[in-house]
């Protein structure tokens, strides 16, 4: 069974793939789905415009988008819930939500959001980077960062980020506010090119430190002094884990909004299946978060059609109720 | 991308040619936009209105393409439709571009409250519908009717002071400030904007209540249902410091009636102005056909 949960996840991202292409509120038939994803590939086949530039146009780049902010989203929680050895830590805990929230919703409300399609990427970027800056410059003390002290300042810096983000959403006027409080349930409706290349290279580089985070955070797990003894470098390891989990998730925030669950949950779920062990965690969260929120999205956008929900309010609604049972059937084997 | 989104428009273009000049296949995005389309004969040509379209009965048992903050291109698409009329403030943005990439025609109403502006969102959907001579007479029905309440309403004496309340869910009802649509139809109807501090909308304090000291409180069925009723809004902690001189009313309209700025603005400005000027008589105005709910 472990063996086989890498490919069983992405035998999961595949189908959630495929069905984020097949379906939505416009019906193609397979077929034609089929041939416009052979042309959009360059191979010489008759297609159905309409299924061209449906798929092509509006369902490819929504179901990258989610599948690549699913997949750092889980990702990420599994490397922050490794670093602080805590299930209930999320990528939260650091601050970058909380920090990318109020540089987004500060956007909003002074205007910047309308001025350039870069405008609230940027913004929510840096404000989440500059949480997560603050976080670990509190948490530092003599070359070394407490993982316990890390979680304070991460406590501290979240509440601060959110009544300044309050104070921000009192003083905007009506329809600002109807804008951030949609912009807060998260959605990847407006997919764009420009979005999906912002999140490729923080993507790649959480996929590039995977292998030695996995190797880390296995030695981290028995203790801090044990892990030093086994030639991990400890500092470095919280510094790199912290450092591209802050630079990835600020940016699938700022991309997308702040998309709850998956970076909780996820991990979690995998590790019911696999132990803790995180050579098969790390890329099992990735994928199965990839396939989440993409499954997400295609419910999102079936249920109420013509109308979409926030996909933030779905990965809750759907995941919830089903990570509740998981939790219920496995309660001996959890002894996490 | 470019290949994809040319083919889109093709795929537009198409239909618009067989749909011939006029089209045929209209969503809607704004209340007052989705009455215009009715008032000027062409209701039957809309496939999808979003939600805050509630008038008339008929446009609120169509396809609900969403808020109209939150809409969703392939949504739209799936109606099929070939000219989308939207208000100022319909969105997201990238949705409204990835919508105009694939070809649909997307009007964006002007914004404005004023009686001027909503004759030009009618010229606007009258042109874009092929109802041109239908919109100019709407136009000057709708401004004769505007002329008749605003020439009614007494130019002395001192002028009411009006509060307008907004309350959704559990929520502490909002104060509409300067640079609103209540706020605009207060000034309309002959009255004073209680509270002029601040644009948009606020948060209700007993104090700043006490403070803007209304004549009448304005507010939404939408709303009181919201908070319970009239008697939940008097027993709201705000009315109790005002309670002792009793002479606070409230006043209380269907919101897309009050708030739509279509067609029906010139009859709720007419209600309106006759409700806070007891004393003058402002004449009733003729019924007309858009204000049936079953028009």
């Not at chain 2, 964006?108 to 519908?129: D, K």
Request: proline share 6%.
């Amino acid at each position: 069974m472990r063996r086989f949960a890498p490919l069983v996840a992405a035998a999961l991202l595949a189908l959630a793939l495929v069905g984020a292409l097949a379906l939505g509120p416009v019906r193609l038939p397979v077929g034609d789905v089929i041939g416009a994803l052979g042309q959009l590939a360059g191979l010489p086949v008759a297609a159905e415009p309409q299924a061209v530039a449906v798929v092509g146009a509006l369902r490819m780049p929504r179901a990258i988008l989610a599948a690549l902010a699913g997949a750092v989203l889980g990702l990420a929680g599994a490397l922050t819930q490794g670093l602080f050895r805590n299930p209930l830590a999320d990528p939260g805990v650091l601050g970058i939500a909380g920090g990318a929230s109020l540089g987004a919703v500060s956007a909003i409300f002074f205007g910047f959001a309308a001025l350039s399609v870069w405008a609230l990427p940027a913004t929510g970027f840096i404000g989440g980077l500059a949480a997560a800056l603050l976080v670990s410059r509190i948490a530092r003390s003599d070359g070394r960062t407490p993982v316990a002290t890390l979680l304070l300042a991460g406590i501290a810096v979240n509440a601060l980020a959110m009544s300044l983000t309050g104070i921000v959403v009192y003083a905007s006027d009506d329809r600002q506010l109807r804008d951030i409080s949609l912009w807060l349930m998260g959605s990847v409706g407006g997919a764009t090119a420009i979005r999906i290349w912002i999140l490729v290279p923080f993507a790649a580089l959480l996929l590039v430190g995977l292998p030695f985070f996995a190797r880390g955070l296995d030695a981290l797990m028995l203790g801090e002094r044990e892990a030093v003894h086994l030639g991990v470098g400890i500092e470095t390891l919280k510094a790199g884990v912290i450092g591209c989990v802050a630079l990835a998730v600020g940016a699938v925030v700022s991309c997308v909004g702040p998309i709850g669950f998956v970076g909780l949950v996820v991990p979690h779920i995998a590790r019911m299946f696999l132990g803790p062990g995180h050579r098969l965690l790390l890329p099992v969260s990735t994928l199965a978060g990839a396939a989440l929120l993409v499954a997400a999205d295609t419910f999102a956008r079936l249920v109420v059609a013509p109308a979409e929900l926030p996909v933030g309010l779905v990965t809750a609604a759907i995941g919830a109720p089903f990570f509740a049972a998981m939790v219920a059937r496995s309660k001996r084997r959890l002894a996490i | 991308m470019r290949a994809v989104l040319a083919g889109l428009f093709c795929l537009s273009a198409a239909t618009i040619c067989v749909a011939g000049e006029t089209p045929q296949r209209i969503v809607a995005a704004g209340s007052g936009l989705t009455e215009i389309v009715h008032a000027l004969g062409a209701g039957d040509r809309l496939v999808g209105v979003d939600s805050t379209s509630l008038f008339p009965t008929r446009a609120s048992v169509l396809p609900q393409i969403g808020y109209l903050r939150a809409l969703s291109a392939e949504g739209i698409l799936s109606l099929r439709p070939n000219l989308m009329l939207a208000t100022e403030d319909a969105g997201p943005p990238a949705v409204l571009e990835q919508l105009r990439s694939a070809g649909l025609a997307v009007l964006r109403a002007r914004e404005g409250f004023e009686p001027e502006a909503v004759a030009a969102r009618i010229a606007m959907v009258g042109s874009a519908t092929g109802k041109e001579s239908e919109a100019a007479a709407l136009q000057v029905t709708f401004l004769s009717d505007i002329a008749r309440v605003q020439h009614a309403i007494p130019a002395a004496g001192p002028k009411p002071r009006v509060l307008f309340l907004l309350a959704a869910g559990s929520a502490v009802p909002m104060v509409s400030g300067r640079d609103t649509g209540a706020s605009a139809m207060i000034v309309a109807a002959g009255g004073i904007n209680a509270v002029d501090a601040y644009r948009g909308y606020k948060p209700l304090t007993p104090e700043a209540f006490a403070t803007a000291a209304p004549d009448f409180v304005l507010t939404t069925e939408q709303s009181l249902a919201a908070l319970g009723g009239r008697e939940a809004l008097l027993a709201l902690p705000a009315f109790a410091v005002l309670a002792r001189s009793g002479r606070v009313q409230v006043l209380s309209y269907d919101s897309v009636y009050l708030l739509g700025f279509g067609p029906r603005t010139a009859h709720a400005l007419r209600d309106l102005a006759a409700a806070i000027h007891p004393a003058s008589p402002i004449p009733t105005l003729p019924h007309r056909p858009w204000l049936e709910a079953g028009f």
